[in-house]
């Protein structure tokens, strides 16, 4: 059973950092393309990064390009995403997904899931 763990959420001021990290068990790691999602309050949970299996290829949501960056290490199983410069807007549970090979920002094409995470950005 293939399992992700989010850690790393909490509160931060606008214009703080914080790192999300997402430690996958069980299946083969570097097979896997990983994306971020977030569902804000009230919202639908919408696309925020991707990453191939490999980490040759990234993609980044319109609203975070320039301020998140998506890596990951396979020694170590994890998947990370660094927040900075965040807004107000970027309050929301974040979640990370797995699927063979590739990301996509269609999140009924991933297979597993983590429960989530919170990021809380006062202004």
């Known amino acids: 059973q293939v399992q992700l763990v989010e850690s790393g959420g909490g509160l931060a001021q606008a214009g703080g950092s914080l790192r999300l990290s997402c430690e996958v068990s069980?299946?083969?790691?570097?097979?896997?393309?990983m994306g971020w999602f977030r569902q804000g309050p009230g919202k639908r949970r919408e696309f925020v990064a991707g990453?191939?299996?490999?980490?040759?290829?990234?993609h980044y949501s319109d609203s975070v390009e320039g301020r998140f960056t998506i890596s990951r290490d396979n020694a170590k199983n994890t998947v990370y995403l660094q927040m900075n410069l965040l807004e107000p807007e970027d309050t929301a549970v974040y979640y990370c997904?797995?699927?063979?090979?590739?990301?996509?920002?269609?999140?009924?094409?991933?297979?597993?899931w983590g429960r989530g995470t919170q990021v809380t950005v006062s202004s």
């Open positions: 997904a797995a699927r063979d090979w590739y990301w996509t920002d269609l999140e009924d094409r991933y297979d597993h």
């Open positions: 990453i191939n299996y490999s980490g040759a290829s990234t």
């Open positions: 069980e299946g083969t790691f570097s097979e896997y393309g």
